[in-house]
């Protein structure tokens, strides 16, 4: 079934070559998807029957975004920390070292738990307008429950990484860790993973092993990410810059140095800043702005995980983006779409360009301001996903 929608008030394509600045905005607009659920046509409402014989369907004059692309989560794990959080906001600070109360809750957890707790999260993450979401490995840590961590990230998407190196257990030594990491949980995670990631931070792994992990995942043929600068300023923004990362995560310590070096690769690497830990951690918000500024292209995401960030919101993120981290609601929108398409090295999605996936979300609003103007509030009318309508209707 081919889709034809008209009498859109406000298009968001994010092609500025077909509509007005650099969202590529058009008003009054018409949109047609063919049978394979990608777009034939964006444009204007009154030049849709040359593209469909169909009879488009009415949107009212409501806003039309492209579906948001959550370029980091770590959905696959058993368990909360809900005691940790309220410690949290209690002044305990917000250590890597939690990620082990997560990793004895998702070791214990059957297979069929450990999945519909992921699957509950990504349509979570669905009801808000996510259409493409990467899903990370990391609270198994060790080879069987990183393989069935993996398995469960790919049951959900094709965006997987392999998050092995996100802390070493306490009854490992570090050493060993890795070497496990790079050799035998590799080789075991490799068929189910697109990406490599490491957390490269105070109390969880060094340059120098990140450096050694990222290069073995590589050699493996996987893409590489990396977690850099969350607990404190580190040498991992540059590092990742100069081992050609897609993308750069958290960067809440950034240096100007750090953005001199993203900006230099923007074409190659992606800030992803992932404002919803730094709410939740109370951690300080890099200026998105400013880097956008300097020329870093920047992404939004949520981080979604038990224990720095559990959101699965886009919207939220992208009020957070613009509320705390200076971003326009321009710039945060397009960071949360075609900025986290990016990041993930796509252009099949994060846009509503022809070629492009039919993934769409028709906002209750007239215009996509209004999502970073009433933060928390849910403006979703209806998710379109390859053509097909998967929440709400249309
Ligand atoms: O991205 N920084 C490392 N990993 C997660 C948090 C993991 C946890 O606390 O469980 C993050 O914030
Ligand atoms: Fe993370």
Redesign the pocket.
Known sequence: MSLALNNIGHLVTNDPSIGNGPLGIINNAGLVADDEGKIIWCGPQDQIDQYTEAQPIDCYGCAIIPGFVDSHT?IVFAGDRATEFEARMEGIPYE?G??QS?MMATRAASDELLSLNAQHLAYEALCSGTTTLEVKSGYGLSVRDEERSMRVARSITSETTFLGA?LCPTDVKQDDYVDLVVGEMLTACLPYAKWIDV?C?RGAFSAEQSREILNAGAKAGLGTRI?AS?LGPSGAIKMGVELGVASCD?CTHITDLDIEALASASDTTVATL?PA?ELCTRGPFPDGRHMIEQGVTVALAT?C?????YTTSMPFVMSLGVILMGMTPDQALWSSTQGGAQALRRTDVGNLCAGSRADLVVLDAPSHIHLAYRPGVNQTRAVVRGGKCVVGAL
């Not at 995980?305 to 960030?309: A, I, L, T």
């Open positions: 770590h890597a939690g990620i997560t996100h957390f931070d977690h969350q958290h992932l830990a981080d995980n038990p224990g720095s960030s």
